[in-house]
């Protein structure tokens, strides 16, 4: 399987704290995603960062690649009881000039932000 | 933004019988749309890639006389779930591709899901 892994499977925080969740993969990628989805629905796109970047920003969230090691983490800052979800990290490698890209996700971190 | 819609939202069914899913892009063509399963508390695992006018691709280990994909115009695809058994309940997510060129850093847009339950 190429299904990458997520750390920690489940997480539970308090609001105000930050949190972070870990990823790993195992092929080479052309780009990182990580998506939020709340228990029952459908997916969020949350940022994507491409294999030649080493950190983002969007908002609360902090996201950081280290392709030497096939790593990503997600930080997310000041953590909000509506933050709580489960998150997603998906990998997109190079299919081929005019091949839709095929997405590989990870197995997910849990969180629980609570009051 | 690109939306993505899926009917029905849920649907439980007899064992034996067929159900069709139907995924749309609204504000958008998507000549690519993907299908997922995902079981409870699971990840997302890739069933198949729809391109619309061709035949489906399907991942390794995915019947495809099984789970029928008909990508019958740029907006909408379709899954047929054939001769559903108790085992085949999860939940189906599809996404579209909002192509921007023919780069590979195309966006996925998923649907909000399908939770099917086979009784």
């Known amino acids: 399987s190429q299904q990458g892994e997520e750390d920690p499977q489940a997480l539970s925080i308090q609001e105000g704290e930050n949190a972070t969740m870990n990823c790993s993969y195992k092929?080479?990628?052309?780009?990182l995603q990580w998506y939020r989805q709340n228990s029952g629905r459908g997916l969020v796109h949350l940022i994507l960062?491409?294999?030649?970047?080493r950190e983002k920003h969007s908002g609360r969230l902090r996201v950081t690649l280290d392709t030497s090691k096939k790593s990503s983490s997600l930080l997310i800052t000041a953590s909000r009881a509506a933050d709580t979800a489960s998150y997603f990290c998906?990998?997109?490698?190079?299919?081929?000039?005019?091949?839709?890209?095929?997405?590989?996700f990870g197995t997910g971190t849990r969180l629980q932000v609570t009051l | 933004g690109a939306v993505v819609s899926q009917h029905p939202s849920w649907v439980i069914c007899k064992s034996g019988t067929s159900v069709k899913i139907e995924c749309r892009s609204l504000?958008?063509?998507?000549?690519?749309m993907f299908w997922y399963r995902q079981f409870p508390k699971q990840s997302l695992m890739l069933m198949a890639t729809?391109?619309?006018?061709?035949?489906?691709?399907?991942e390794q280990g995915v019947e495809k006389d099984k789970f029928l994909i008909n990508h019958a115009s740029l907006t909408l695809s379709t899954l047929t779930v054939t001769s559903a058994h108790p085992e085949d309940s999860s939940f189906y997510i599809c996404?579209?591709?909002?192509?921007?060129?023919?780069?590979?850093?195309?966006?996925?847009?998923f649907g909000p899901g399908t939770r099917l339950t086979v009784l």
């Open positions: 996404s579209a591709i909002l192509r921007r060129g023919l780069s590979s850093q195309d966006t996925q847009y």
């Open positions: 092929t080479s990628i052309n780009n």
């Open positions: 504000d958008f063509q998507a000549t690519t």
């Open positions: 729809s391109n619309e006018g061709s035949k489906a691709t399907y």
């Open positions: 960062i491409r294999s030649n970047e």
């Open positions: 998906a990998t997109d490698a190079f299919q081929g000039t005019g091949t839709a890209s095929k997405l590989t």
